[in-house]
């Protein structure tokens, strides 16, 4: 059985108040008024700075100086240093594209002398033109692209003259030897070209105005049941793959996507001399002048096109063979002569043909193909 502690209450009876001695009110008085004393004496401050003495009052009467000659105040910024100062009579900057006459706008003198303008300024000629880059040289000979050259250059797979040249930028003469390694032909052997039946409504490269990119079609789904080669799609094909030439959007026919340099350059290169076949549905009445036009005499840009062969193919529709593509060639072109196009679709470039592709479907370039 626990003993009871003495010095702890019995909880059996409610505790007893003790009583205050006579004294203790007093003491208390004294102390709250002693208390009073201090605050009265010392102000209450509730923000003490770093080294523990109370802040300063603020002055009330403002700062009579000037902007300049005052230091600045909290959130405070010369504004000076950023007013921007007029390039015309009127004190109005105007803007160098757009606008309109009836908001005001007046054109400025950027574009009216293109010879001070460093837009316009020429190419920069070649410091050495008789000792080209590694990687252009390459390409010049129809080796890769010069983005395949400098990454085969960096691993090690290009020889010249029997030396390993691993160096970024470096010259060789117009007789140097190159040797690729056969590493670089296998990696160059991976990448696919994709042959596919544009439709209406897809833009050939970039997605612009809402529309989206012919790419976008590129996927298992639409892949031809009848393509022979039998190779499976995978994602890394997409990687890299940009269209080779250009058909507008309100075209259809054959589009090549590639990841294939070689096959960039030999299609849409300057000295590329590849055939491409479109047929054409027109409306209007096209005389024999005109005919003898689109084969060979306009001009567009003030730029003389190349020789073109134009013929009918039947009461509607004519078949053109250009070795250029210039945005919206045959559109304008048919403009200049009094014919409005209706229907474009394009059916070969080089010995390639669009054959029976479905629209809107792909298939890989063959092995046995060539353009």
């Not at 003495?6 to 208390?28: L, M, W």
């Not at 833009?203 to 012919?214: F, K, L, N, T």
């Not at 393509?227 to 090549?256: C, M, N, Y």
Request: a positive charge; one cysteine or more.
């Amino acid at each position: 059985m626990r003993r009871v502690d003495p010095a702890k209450r019995s909880r059996v009876a409610a505790p007893v108040k003790p009583t205050q001695s006579p004294a203790q009110p007093e003491e208390a008085k004294a102390r709250e008024q002693k208390s009073a004393v201090v605050k009265a004496e010392s102000p209450r401050q509730r923000n003490h700075r770093y080294d523990g003495k109370p802040r300063e009052p603020k002055a009330t009467t403002p700062d009579s100086r000037a902007p300049a000659e005052r230091p600045l105040q909290r959130g405070e910024f010369k504004r000076d240093e950023f007013k921007r100062t007029p390039r015309d009579a009127t004190g109005r900057d105007t803007p160098r594209r757009g606008g309109k006459q009836r908001d005001g706008f007046e054109q400025g003198d950027f574009n009216r002398d293109r010879t001070s303008n460093p837009m316009f300024a020429p190419k920069p000629v070649a410091s050495n033109p008789d000792m080209p880059r590694l990687s252009k040289r390459m390409a010049e000979l129809g080796l890769c692209s010069r983005r395949e050259a400098d990454e085969w250059i960096v691993n090690g797979w290009v020889k010249v003259d029997g030396v390993v040249m691993d160096t970024l930028g470096t010259r060789v003469g117009p007789d140097a030897q190159i040797e690729v390694s056969a590493a670089a032909h296998k990696h160059q052997a991976e990448n696919v070209t994709i042959l596919l039946n544009k439709p209406v409504g897809y833009v050939s490269g970039q997605a612009e105005d809402g529309y989206q990119p012919a790419i976008v079609l590129v996927h298992p789904d639409n892949q031809w049941d009848e393509d022979s080669t039998k190779k499976e799609f995978q994602r890394g094909f997409l990687h890299g793959l940009a269209p080779a030439g250009r058909l507008d959007i309100d075209s259809t026919g054959l589009l090549v996507l590639t990841q294939d340099g070689r096959i960039a350059r030999q299609l849409i290169g300057e000295d590329s001399t590849i055939e491409k076949e479109y047929l054409v549905r027109v409306e209007g009445t096209l005389s024999a002048e005109g005919l003898k036009l689109l084969n060979f005499g306009l001009s567009l840009d003030g730029v003389k096109l190349k020789p073109a062969k134009v013929s009918w193919q039947n009461e509607d529709q004519l078949r053109f063979v250009l070795r250029e593509g210039r945005k919206r060639q045959i559109r304008r072109m048919c403009e200049l002569v009094g014919l409005n196009v209706v229907g474009l679709k394009r059916v070969r470039i080089g010995s390639v043909t669009l054959g029976k592709l479905p629209l809107g479907t792909w298939r890989y370039l063959r092995f046995n193909e060539r353009f």
